[in-house]
């Protein structure tokens, strides 16, 4: 799913077997994310997608957006990148929190906006 604009709410779903993004947040920001299940994604390239991203977007920078609860996963022999990436610094404000990430290629989360905060996340 690919989100733009401001205040989305996206909870409770289920992807499996993506080859990208589960979810892209472009631009958008006071959204939460929470309580997803995301498994098997982005195996399209091995290492090249991240499950959860957050990038600017026509001039709008992705902020203040809320990323909890989500569980994170990969069976397959093709990693996601990031279990959740923001794409450059001017991604900020950002809070991820709460999170379960395992099996990622590169790490579990990668934050680059300098007020973006994660915390009590569990990396298996």
Known sequence: IQITGERWLI????WDGI????????????CIISDN???????GTPNLYSAIGLEAFGGN?????IIHGNRI????????????????STENFNVFHGNI???????????LGASSVSLDNLVI
């Open 11 to 14: 909870s409770r779903n289920m």
């Open 19 to 30: 080859g990208r993004s589960a979810i892209i947040v472009y631009g958008a920001s006071g």
């Open 37 to 43: 299940i995301i498994r098997n994604v982005g195996n």
């Open 61 to 65: 920078n992705t902020r203040r957006n």
């Open 73 to 88: 996963m990969s069976a397959s022999a093709n990693k996601h990148r990031y279990g959740i990436s923001e794409a450059s």
């Open 101 to 111: 990430i395992t099996d990622f290629g590169t790490n579990s989360i990668r934050t």
